[in-house]
């Protein structure tokens, strides 16, 4: 891998092309390729680790959830791409080789969990030895990995969306972009759902399937959509940056690459106090959105008495309630009431559906679960759709990379410590619970919570005062005052 501390010789002169929205499209490939991974780590993975494996949720989510924790990497991504390209490219280079690495992550990491799963089977429960501990701390470091390379894809492949659009047509294409996120996540959770099926013809009860009968529709799985991602990473940034990054026109490459360290962008990037308070709203807004993410498929097993592939639904039920959402918020809510009070509406109706989820709980009606979850999924695209222009708001274009890394740090992270807590919540409720469906809601009410805490802090935003703080401290870091 070569690095380069010049400015793009092959990027055009002139003023690059307006994006077509058959670009826009085939960029969005990529975002619906972490769609289809994120089915298979976050619904499949901690599906079978659970129910099918007695492995706990606590131990489950926590190694899942290292992937995310090592989200301070996005951060110092960001601020590569914006200063060090990788063949020839600011973004694309950054975006591919990552998307690699973590498909292969991802398969190997499958691989150690049968093993892990074969212990905890031939233990007859979950035992803490050095088999255990070694094959938990081995998934843990591929998790880790995954994370990395997830950190190094991700935040270029935002920076480049901001890279090649204008103010007009920005929350356009990161519109399509995320709801090409989602369609990953309902194409991953119907297919996978028709694939897993051959698991469980005989309706056998959830933690009694044979080991040799999960692994070999799930392997298949975990083998052809790795090379799906990477495929589609790379169609999807083909010849794009050449053609339409505007990233060499509103800074001199050279200058930026010279002087603009990550010491002074993480000081561009903490001037104002907004970054902090926004910072903090996204937390929470994270929290209360995934909480649930490591503990709903175990949820519709447990409870509802669902298969594999009934579950993995879920997260299709999800995708059409949030792409529902997202084309209702952007074409009706938003331009008629604005992005802070659509925000606001979202955080609140959110919690409302959570009320939902619970009640199905009671009822133990299929129906009435994935009637809930695409009123989630609905008031859910309200509230990121809302919360995704507000980052738009409070992204300078100067520092892409770099701020595009903070704000997906507070989404890795706060992602990362909702699975995390999730877990931990659900297996303390099962310990005070009797009835499953007061363990699980629990973690339900716990994100209702943090919904109306979201709410309170995001009364306290102000995008004026970010952007004139802001737009004074590059000044002051481009005139060198901060060296």
């Known amino acids: 891998m070569e690095t380069s501390n010049y400015s793009e010789p092959s990027l055009p002169i002139n003023p690059p092309r307006k994006v077509g929205i058959l670009t826009v499209f085939r960029l969005g490939l990529f975002n619906l390729a972490l769609g289809l991974m994120s089915v298979l780590t976050l619904a499949v993975l901690n599906r079978v680790m659970i129910s099918e494996l007695g492995i706990p949720a606590t131990i489950t989510a926590g190694t899942l959830a290292l992937s ?62 050095t088999q255990t501990i070694g094959w938990t701390a081995l998934l843990g470091l591929i998790m ?94 083909w010849g794009v940056e050449k053609k339409y990054s505007r990233f060499s026109n509103r800074s001199k ?16 990037l903490t001037a104002s106090r907004q970054t902090g308070i926004f910072f903090s709203f996204l937390c929470l807004l994270i929290i209360g959105l995934f909480m649930q993410e490591a503990v709903l498929e175990p949820y519709g097993g447990e409870v509802f008495g669902m298969s594999i592939a009934d579950t993995t639904r879920l997260n299709a039920n999800w995708g059409v309630g949030i ?14 009431l604005g992005k802070k009070l659509t925000t606001k509406l979202g955080c609140l109706l ?31 695209g309200m509230a990121t759709i809302g919360g995704i222009s507000l980052m738009l708001d409070f992204t300078a274009a100067e520092t892409a990379g770099t701020f595009i890394g903070a704000w997906g740090l507070a989404q890795a992270m706060s992602r990362a410590f909702a699975t995390v807590v999730g877990g931990v919540i659900l297996d303390i409720g099962r310990a005070i619970f009797t009835t499953p469906v007061l363990a699980y809601g629990s973690v339900f009410a716990t994100q209702i919570v943090a919904m109306l805490i979201a709410v309170t802090i995001l009364s306290r935003i102000d995008v004026k005062e970010f952007k004139d703080t802001t737009n004074k401290a590059i000044a002051t870091v481009m005139e060198g005052d901060l060296d």
């Open 68 to 129: 995310q924790f090592i989200a301070p990497a996005r951060v110092w991504f960001g601020q590569l791409s914006d200063t060090k390209p990788i063949f020839g490219r600011h973004r694309t280079g950054y975006v591919r080789l990552g998307a690699i690495v973590f498909s292969v992550a991802v398969f190997f990491a499958v691989q150690v969990v049968w093993q892990l799963g074969a212990v905890v089977r031939a233990n007859d429960g979950w035992l803490w030895n």
């Open 253 to 268: 490459s050279t200058e930026r690459e010279d002087s603009m360290t990550l010491g002074k962008s993480l000081k561009i």
């Open 144 to 237: 880790a990995v995954y994370g990395i390379a997830a950190s190094c894809s991700s935040t270029p492949f935002t920076a480049l969306l901001v890279d090649i659009s204008e103010e007009s047509n920005r929350s356009k294409l990161v519109a399509v972009a995320w709801s090409m996120l989602l369609v990953g996540i309902v194409i991953g959770g119907i297919s996978g759902s028709i694939v897993l099926k051959e698991i469980n013809p005989g309706g056998v009860a959830a933690g009694q399937i044979p080991l040799e009968n999960l692994q070999a529709p799930i392997n298949s799985v975990f083998a052809f959509v790795p090379f799906l991602v990477i495929s589609l990473a790379f169609v999807a940034t």
């Open 350 to 380: 959110v919690a409302f559906s959570f009320i939902l989820i619970i009640l199905a709980g009671f009822t133990q009606e299929e129906t009435v679960l994935q009637s809930a979850i695409v009123l989630f999924g609905i008031t859910a």
């Open 323 to 336: 792409l529902i959402g997202y084309s209702l918020t952007g074409f009706l809510v938003t331009p008629r």
